[in-house]
């Protein structure tokens, strides 16, 4: 399922201004294997703190792409001075691997973070939907690399269970869902949380109530308890 993808040309670096007054958005491209990878970055304007700013990294939902998950994120990165970077999937309808991750999207992370000096203590993981079951699968594969997972409305394939208790790492992770989702019913997540939980990981599961599947209505109160999850959270 985690089988490396070798790195070709990590050179491409197509940077595109899309806005400005509270830091910039580039739609940049890098290129693994011959094939062009999209992501979107989000700079905040405040100076980062002497060891460098947090590093949150978008994964979205089905049919969707990164930019879809910048714009709800941008204004509190701006205040928290958060550095974004929402990679767009090969296939908008889901996540792949190996063909988005999780090799891409470590080199995808990697070179934001070396070109804007993020502290790579503090690289966290937002998911939505599709998304957030990917990123549920990469607290399993880069257990090293993220220092802790946050997501809405997703659960844990269950072809990927037997690995939750092989890593070495538990790395803390967070569930947001709403008692009234259809894709990803209560019993489906709460099952997700008592696998993690099993085997060891620090797992908070929020559910919200009376709340649905459209994480776009309330992505504030969403992303505010995200990160409120998130920012202390580091790599030893």
């Given amino acids: 399922m985690f089988s490396q993808t070798k790195l070709v040309n990590l050179s491409l670096f197509v940077p595109l201004l899309l806005a400005g007054a509270s830091g910039e958005v580039h739609k940049e491209i890098l290129k693994i294997d011959g094939r062009q990878h999209v992501y979107f970055v989000f700079v905040p304007s405040a100076a980062p703190?002497?060891?460098?700013?947090?590093?949150?990294?978008?994964?979205?939902?089905?049919?969707?792409?990164?930019?879809?998950?910048?714009?709800?994120?941008?204004?509190?990165?701006?205040?928290?001075?958060?550095?974004?970077?929402?990679?767009?999937?090969?296939?908008?309808?889901?996540?792949?691997?190996p063909l988005d991750g999780p090799e891409p999207l470590i080199a995808i992370g990697d070179t934001v973070r070396q070109k804007y000096s993020a502290d790579p203590k503090r690289v966290y993981l937002f998911g939505h939907s599709a998304g957030a079951g990917f990123s549920l699968l990469l607290a399993l594969a880069k257990q090293d690399y993220f220092a802790a997972i946050a997501a809405h409305a997703g659960a844990l394939d269950a072809k990927a269970?037997?690995?939750?208790?092989?890593?070495?790492?538990?790395?803390?992770?967070?569930?947001?869902?709403?008692?009234?989702?259809?894709?990803?019913?209560?019993?489906?997540?709460?099952?997700?949380?008592?696998?993690?939980?099993?085997?060891?990981?620090?797992?908070?599961?929020?559910?919200?109530?009376?709340h649905d599947h459209n994480y776009y209505g309330i992505s504030d109160q969403v992303n505010r308890a995200a990160w409120n999850f998130l920012k202390d959270k580091r790599l030893p």
């Fill in 49 to 97: 703190s002497p060891s460098g700013a947090p590093l949150l990294m978008l994964l979205h939902g089905s049919g969707h792409d990164g930019m879809s998950l910048i714009g709800p994120w941008k204004e509190l990165a701006a205040k928290e001075c958060i550095i974004l970077v929402a990679p767009s999937s090969m296939v908008p309808a889901q996540w792949q691997a």
């Fill in 161 to 210: 269970e037997p690995l939750v208790s092989q890593v070495t790492r538990r790395t803390p992770i967070q569930m947001q869902v709403g008692t009234r989702d259809p894709l990803f019913p209560l019993v489906n997540v709460r099952h997700t949380r008592d696998v993690f939980v099993a085997a060891g990981f620090p797992f908070d599961l929020e559910e919200i109530p009376q």
